[in-house]
């Protein structure tokens, strides 16, 4: 009874807390097809994690040795994102195998991989900037908690539809 009340916060949280959204919708996008889709599940990891961000900042300024740190930081960044998504309830579904393959898979894959970080860290700032101005909304009373959480649910499928429809300029 304890632990399906804890459940039940934990999934309330969503609703009031962007970085609780967030890891909701990296499992869901997981459940429904990051397992078939590694190469989006890697890139939506890495996009929406702040340390990718700030270590691909740190490699537009480096020098002669930048090819072979960009798969070095591409694998930290992978990491780091994994240990953020893996503190909820993905860290389930994805056993230490699972994360292991996933970092062999970007090695072999980082191309392919990096086109996509730039796309999914647009939708995940598109989607801090919604999910912000629907918190504003409830909070001076112009949507109550039952609007709230509908417009948070439509949001999140929203997000997840976005996730795997072609880009515009494609």
């Known amino acids: 009874m304890a632990a399906d009340t804890a459940e039940l916060e934990k999934n309330q949280q969503i609703y009031t807390d962007f ?3 967030l890891k909701s919708a990296i ?7 990051g397992k078939s889709k590694r190469g989006n ?9 702040e340390a990718a961000s700030l270590a691909m900042d740190s490699l537009k300024s480096g020098s ?10 591409g694998v930290v960044a992978l990491r780091i994102g994994l240990r953020y998504a893996l503190s909820g309830p993905l860290g389930i579904l994805l ?18 991989i990096a086109g996509k970080i730039t796309r999914y860290r647009t939708l995940v700032a598109t ?6 101005k629907l918190q504003s ?3 001076d009373g112009r949507l109550d908690d039952q609007q709230r959480d509908l417009m948070v649910d439509g949001l999140m499928k929203r997000f997840l539809s976005d996730l795997d429809a072609e880009p515009a300029d494609a």
């Open 137 to 139: 909304d409830h909070r």
């Open 41 to 49: 599940f890697i890139a939506l990891i890495i996009a929406s994690g």
């Open 27 to 33: 499992t869901e996008y997981y459940k429904i097809g």
């Open 19 to 21: 970085d609780e959204f």
């Open 127 to 132: 989607l801090k900037e919604s999910y912000a």
């Open 95 to 112: 056993a230490g195998a699972t994360a292991a393959s996933l970092i062999a898979y970007f090695v072999k894959n980082r191309g392919e």
């Open 64 to 73: 002669g040795v930048r090819k072979l740190a960009v798969g070095a930081v």
